[in-house]
């Protein structure tokens, strides 16, 4: 992998959660290669096991882990077998989150629904609840277990993943605007909570990326763009997608102590201009 920045994070403790999914995967093998020791967590953990020995078998340290972020217990347990294994926190990646199908409305606007297709008035309660806490509660459970360590040593970073939803929310998905909106909100509080504890803490906002999960949203089965692709990409200025490792740069930035002392409750767009872009 071509790393983004010359950072040297040799001997730093890296803790991402959602190493399992492509996008935080990617950010345990950039650290790995800068020098990090860098441990993988994840629900999945046949997922974390195999990113953990791919870097291993490279030269680079990365142990994997299982961990519910949303269970303070099982997350403690983890704590308890990093510091055994890595050492203490120094970087904290909260990269654990995503989307419900139960908490998105099939159209965008009430009055173009047809019968059949589920409405705002059809969300499941379940599920925009499981969105809140997958995104919120995951993000505040491994902070409050893993900043113990930085607070101890008055040194480290946190690291959030926002979204572009968080400014201006995007139509079907209430529960992961509003979920991602108190990310952000939450990355402020954290900056000005432990200013005085030595901690930084800051968040990406990553503007649309193609995935697995979401290609088929954007992409028809001929690879042309879908009606909402098109609208997406008619607002981005730049015209097209972010790539997964246009990311690498400014999470490295946020978190090194020489680059980035001064910057802490800061949301970063990585957005190819989308935020920026009023339309005319």
Request: with cysteine.
């Amino acid at each position: 992998m071509k790393l983004p920045l010359s950072v040297d994070f040799t001997g730093k403790v890296v803790i991402i959660t959602g190493a399992g999914g492509v996008l935080c995967g990617d950010m345990a093998r950039a650290y790995a290669q800068a020098g990090a020791k860098v441990a993988a967590l994840d629900l999945n953990e046949e997922a974390v096991t195999k990113l953990a020995k791919e870097l291993t078998d490279a030269g680079y340290i990365c142990r994997g882990y299982k961990a519910n972020v949303l269970d303070p217990v099982a997350l403690e347990e983890v704590h308890q077998q990093i510091l055994k294994d890595l050492g203490p926190c120094d970087i904290l990646l909260n990269g654990a989150g995503g989307n419900n199908a139960r908490a998105t409305t099939d159209n965008e606007y009430q009055h173009e629904a047809k019968e059949g297709q589920k409405t705002f008035f059809d969300l499941d309660a379940s599920g925009v609840d499981f969105v809140f806490k997958l995104n919120f509660q995951g993000t505040l459970l491994p902070t409050q277990v893993f900043a113990k360590d930085m607070v101890e040593r008055h040194h480290g970073c946190i690291l959030n993943i926002s979204s572009m939803n968080a400014y201006i929310p995007l139509t079907k998905i209430p529960a992961y605007s509003g979920a991602k909106a108190a990310i952000s909100n939450f990355t402020q509080w954290l900056a000005t909570h432990f200013a005085g504890s030595g901690i930084r803490a800051n968040a990406i906002a990553p503007g649309f990326l193609v995935s697995n999960q979401n290609r088929a949203l954007l992409f028809n089965e001929d690879g042309t763009p879908t009606a909402r692709s098109a609208k997406i990409l008619a607002g981005t200025p730049m015209g097209r997608f972010v790539d997964s490792a246009e990311l690498l740069g400014g999470v490295f930035f946020l978190t090194d102590d020489d680059a980035a002392s001064a910057i802490t409750g800061v949301v970063l767009p990585i957005d190819c201009g989308f935020s920026a872009y009023s339309g005319v």
